[in-house]
């Protein structure tokens, strides 16, 4: 079953932008991770933060977490024309080693 | 080196023509997961492996069924393949759930003539 969803679904910004994308999800976690996916190809994990962690960084990636609201952010700073791909969020169940992922963002860096 | 392999990257299969795809890993992962992505849509968990151990989700259709002969080879097998099965098929393994991140495959694509 789907966890998460994101926002927005589509995304297009000009390149040295900051690309923002927000996951909600429904239930408790241990950690939520970002995912990329290039077009037809299989996904790239980027970066996992924890429950009990409120942001992380790595590289030009920024993440925040909120579990109060159930909710996470990716920040993408200075983006680049390579970025474009689809983002997805995926948070796992504290019962189980499944995860499931969010609805995803398309996001398009134009050059 | 690819750590995750899945074979074949490209499969065209006939309506109701039963049809399996593989999955390896180099990594000595425990766990081992199925994904099924429709066009612009999520990954969505078929079912995943803890070593021996099976779990399926309660939405997977019983069509799906999957096989783990040792910790390197994940099998994913459509019994009757429908129109609606046409996919991408995503293997992916992690050391465990617990923060830990998934290696993913290539995919298969999944055509259904």
Known sequence: SQQG?????????????????????????????????NSGRG???LILIRSNEREKHSG?????????????????????????????????????NQFYFGTGTSLTVIP | DAMVIQNPRYQVTQFGKPVTLSCSQTLNHNVMYWYQQKSSQAPKLLFHYYDKDFNNEADTPD?????????????????S?????????????????????????????????
């Open chain 1, 5 to 37: 969803e994101e926002d927005p679904q589509a995304l297009s910004i000009q390149e040295g932008e900051n690309a923002t994308m927000n996951c909600s999800y429904k239930t408790s976690i241990n950690n939520l991770q970002w995912y990329r996916q």
């Open chain 1, 43 to 45: 996904l790239v994990h």
């Open chain 1, 60 to 96: 030009r990636l920024r993440v925040t977490l909120d579990t109060s609201k159930k909710s996470s952010s990716l920040l993408i700073t200075a983006s680049r024309a390579a970025d474009t791909a689809s983002y997805f969020c995926a948070t796992d169940l504290i019962t189980g």
């Open chain 2, 63 to 79: 069509n799906f069924q999957s096989r783990r002969p040792n910790t390197s080879f994940c099998f994913l097998d459509i019994r």
């Open chain 2, 81 to 113: 393949p429908g129109l609606g099965d046409a996919a991408m098929y995503l293997c992916a393994t992690s050391r465990d759930a617990l923060n830990t991140e998934a290696f993913f495959g290539q995919g298969t694509r999944l055509t259904v003539v």
